[in-house]
C-alpha cells in the first residue's frame, strides 16, 4: 500500500468544525501569507524528511502586486547549514537540478510558483534535525528590494493540495 493511501485514510478523521482534517490543512495553506511591501508568499511548506536525510526541500508561492521587479536573491534557515534556490530541468530524459545563483525575478504584477516538480524549488541543505510532519521550520527570504521576509514552513509529507486536487506533491 502506497504511504499516500495510508495518509489519505488518516486525513478523512474529521476536525472540529465539521470539516475534513484534509480540507482544513488546504484552507489553512491556502490562508496563510505573508506580506512584505508590495511582496505576498503564500502556500509556503517543508516536506518532511527521513531520519537520516540531509536535504529536504521547500515550496512557496511569491506574488508581486508592485510596479516594479523584485528578485529573490537568497534565503536561510537555522534549520540548515544553507538554503539553496534551485531550478529543475528534463534534459535528454535525464532531470538536473541547478542551484539559481543570480536569484529568482518576481515580475512586476506576476508572481513565481515553487512548486513539487515545477521549475523551481528552495533546498534546506544539511538540516539540523529531520523535518518531521507537523513542525515548522523558519525560513528567511531576502530580497532586492523589499529587504528580508520571514516565513514560518509547516513540515509536511506531501502538498497541502496533493489530495484534495489529486496532483502529486
Not at 75 to 94: C, L
Amino acid at each position: 500500500m502506497r504511504l499516500s493511501s495510508v495518509l489519505f485514510a488518516a486525513l478523512l478523521l474529521v476536525a472540529p468544525n465539521g470539516a475534513t482534517a484534509q480540507e482544513h490543512d488546504h484552507h489553512a495553506a491556502r490562508m496563510a501569507e505573508v506580506r512584505l511591501g508590495e511582496l505576498a508568499v503564500a502556500q509556503a511548506w517543508a516536506r518532511a524528511t527521513l531520519p537520516n536525510q540531509r536535504t529536504a526541500a521547500a515550496y512557496l508561492t511569491i506574488a508581486n502586486a508592485g510596479s516594479a521587479p523584485d528578485r529573490l536573491l537568497s534565503a536561510s534557515s537555522p534549520a540548515a547549514e544553507r538554503v539553496e534556490i534551485h531550478s529543475m530541468a528534463v534534459v535528454d530524459d535525464v532531470m538536473t537540478m541547478r542551484s539559481v545563483p543570480d536569484g529568482l525575478e518576481v515580475p512586476a504584477g506576476g508572481s513565481v510558483a515553487l512548486t513539487p516538480g515545477g521549475e523551481f524549488h528552495l533546498m534546506l541543505v544539511n538540516v539540523a534535525e529531520p523535518l518531521a510532519e507537523g513542525g515548522q521550520a523558519p525560513l528567511t527570504l531576502n530580497f532586492e528590494r523589499a529587504g528580508a521576509l520571514e516565513v514560518m514552513l509547516p513540515v509536511r509529507v506531501s502538498s497541502p493540495d496533493h489530495d484534495h486536487h489529486g496532483q502529486g506533491g
